[in-house]
C-alpha cells in the first residue's frame, strides 16, 4: 500500500489546498494530511481547528486521513508509513523554499522522496495570509475556501 503525506500548517485551508489534496489522494492508496500543530507562525486557528476545518473539506473522501502533527516532517512520515511527501507549487517564490525543504528532508531521511504538484492556474495567487486579510477586510473570498472555512471566516 503506497501512502503519502501532505503537511502543512494550512491556516487555513483554502481551495488550492483542497486542489492539491483531491489530486493526490488519486495518486497513493492513502493520503495523510498533517496538520502541523506549532508551526513558527502567529495563526489565527488552532492545531484542532485546523484539523477538523480540512476534515470537514475532505470529508467523503475515503482514502483521505487528516491528522495534527508536531515535530520534524520526516519523522511524522516515519511514523504513517510513508515514503512520499507532497506539496503544491505556485509560481516563483514556491519553488526555491520548496527546493530548500525537500533537500532538507533527504538529507534527514534518504529514503523519502518528495513529489510537488502544480497548482492549478486559478489558484496560483491564493495564500492563506492573503485570504485572511481579504477576510478581515470585508472582501468576498467565497470563491477561495472550502463553506466550512468561510463560516469560520466570518
Same mark, same amino acid.
Given at each position: 500500500?503506497?501512502?503519502?503525506?501532505?503537511?502543512?500548517?494550512?491556516?487555513?485551508?483554502?481551495?488550492?489546498?483542497?486542489?492539491?489534496? /483531491?489530486?493526490?489522494?488519486?495518486?497513493?492508496?492513502?493520503?495523510?494530511?498533517?496538520?502541523?500543530?506549532?508551526?513558527?507562525?502567529?495563526?489565527?486557528?488552532?492545531?484542532?481547528?485546523?484539523?477538523?476545518?480540512f476534515r470537514d473539506a475532505t470529508g467523503p473522501?475515503?482514502?483521505?486521513?487528516?491528522?495534527?502533527?508536531?515535530?520534524?516532517?520526516?519523522?511524522?512520515?516515519?511514523?504513517?508509513?510513508?515514503?512520499?511527501?507532497?506539496?503544491?507549487?505556485?509560481?516563483?517564490?514556491?519553488?526555491?523554499?520548496?527546493?530548500?525543504?525537500?533537500?532538507?528532508?533527504?538529507?534527514?531521511?534518504?529514503? /523519502?522522496?518528495?513529489?510537488?504538484?502544480?497548482?492549478?492556474?486559478?489558484?496560483?495567487?491564493?495564500?492563506?495570509?492573503?485570504?485572511?486579510?481579504?477576510?478581515?477586510?470585508?472582501?468576498?473570498?467565497?470563491?477561495?475556501?472550502?463553506?466550512?472555512?468561510?463560516?469560520?471566516?466570518?
Amino acid at each position: 500500500m503506497l501512502t503519502g503525506i501532505y503537511p502543512g500548517s494550512f491556516d487555513p485551508v483554502h481551495n488550492g489546498h483542497l486542489d492539491i489534496a /483531491l489530486r493526490a489522494s488519486k495518486l497513493f492508496d492513502k493520503l495523510i494530511i498533517g496538520v502541523y500543530d506549532k508551526p513558527n507562525k502567529n495563526n489565527r486557528f488552532t492545531g484542532a481547528q485546523r484539523t477538523e476545518m480540512f476534515r470537514d473539506a475532505t470529508g467523503p473522501i475515503d482514502n483521505i486521513e487528516v491528522v495534527q502533527f508536531s515535530g520534524l516532517v520526516t519523522s511524522f512520515a516515519k511514523e504513517m508509513g510513508a515514503k512520499v511527501v507532497v506539496r503544491g507549487l505556485r509560481a516563483g517564490f514556491d519553488f526555491e523554499t520548496e527546493f530548500e525543504m525537500a533537500l532538507m528532508w533527504r538529507n534527514l531521511d534518504p529514503e /523519502l522522496d518528495i513529489i510537488c504538484l502544480m497548482s492549478s492556474l486559478k489558484y496560483q495567487f491564493i495564500y492563506s495570509s492573503r485570504i485572511k486579510e481579504v477576510a478581515d477586510l470585508g472582501g468576498d473570498i467565497s470563491n477561495l475556501v472550502p463553506q466550512n472555512v468561510l463560516k469560520s471566516l466570518s
